[in-house]
């Protein structure tokens, strides 16, 4: 059965950085495009990051609100997504969670926590 | 970036009842490919999103047959055709033709 795990989540000061990572297991991994996508307390969806395969070059895009603050990365050889959160702000405290297969496989999330 | 804006925000209804819910896009979401990645989630109650409707109209795996998608260009909508209690929750369109993706602000599916 296809299995994504998140870890990495917790309470960080703003501006300080946080690297939360996705085990994957259940599915050729190197084939999928991985995403992240999050919600804050209370609200809806908000997509993060994707990253595709090794055939495209592992391109990778953000959402604008995230742009230059973090990168998202793969390590097709142990099936891990990562996403590198730096300058952190209070309004990205939220659930991560990671995704994949467009969609159809998510994780149960890991929460960050930005507050002083 | 593309807004994807759901109607109704809350939606009230009765097992049994069959209900409509609204996605509209404020460009095509008709790629240059031929397809149309237009997806819906449902979110439960303390749980992950799950995937219920993708490319507009084709039926997750084990999702009941009482869901339905519908649409194209830039209006869709997702039909639930005898609500049951395990349908109560937040339901999500979500865009991946235009970078970024973008998700609707959500549906409250609440029981009458």
């Known amino acids: 059965a296809v299995q994504l795990v998140e870890s990495g989540g917790g309470l960080v000061q703003p501006k300080e950085s946080l690297k939360i990572s996705c085990a994957a297991s259940g599915f050729t991994f190197s084939n999928a495009a991985m995403y992240w996508v999050r919600q804050a307390p209370g609200k809806g969806l908000e997509w993060v990051a994707r990253i595709r395969t090794k055939p495209n070059n592992y391109a990778t895009y953000y959402a604008d609100s995230v742009k230059g603050r973090f990168t998202i990365s793969r390590d097709d050889s142990k099936s891990m997504v990562y996403l590198q959160m730096d300058n952190l702000k209070t309004e990205d405290t939220a659930m991560y969670y990671c995704t994949a297969g467009e969609f159809a496989y998510w994780g149960q999330g890991t929460l960050v926590t930005v507050s002083s | 970036d593309v807004v994807l804006t759901q109607t109704p925000p809350t939606l009230s209804a009765t097992i049994g009842q069959s209900v409509s819910i609204s996605c509209r896009s404020s460009?095509?979401?008709?790629?240059?490919?031929?397809?149309?990645?237009l997806h819906w989630l449902l979110q439960r109650p303390g749980q992950s999103p799950q995937l219920l409707i993708y490319s507009v109209s084709r039926l997750e795996s084990g999702v009941p047959n009482r869901f339905s998608g519908s649409g194209s260009g830039t209006d869709f909508t997702l039909k639930i055709s005898g609500v049951e209690a395990e349908d109560l929750g937040v339901y999500y369109c979500v865009q991946g033709t235009h970078a970024p993706y973008t998700f609707g602000a959500g549906t409250k599916l609440e029981l009458k």
């Open positions: 460009q095509s979401l008709l790629h240059s490919n031929g397809n149309t990645y």
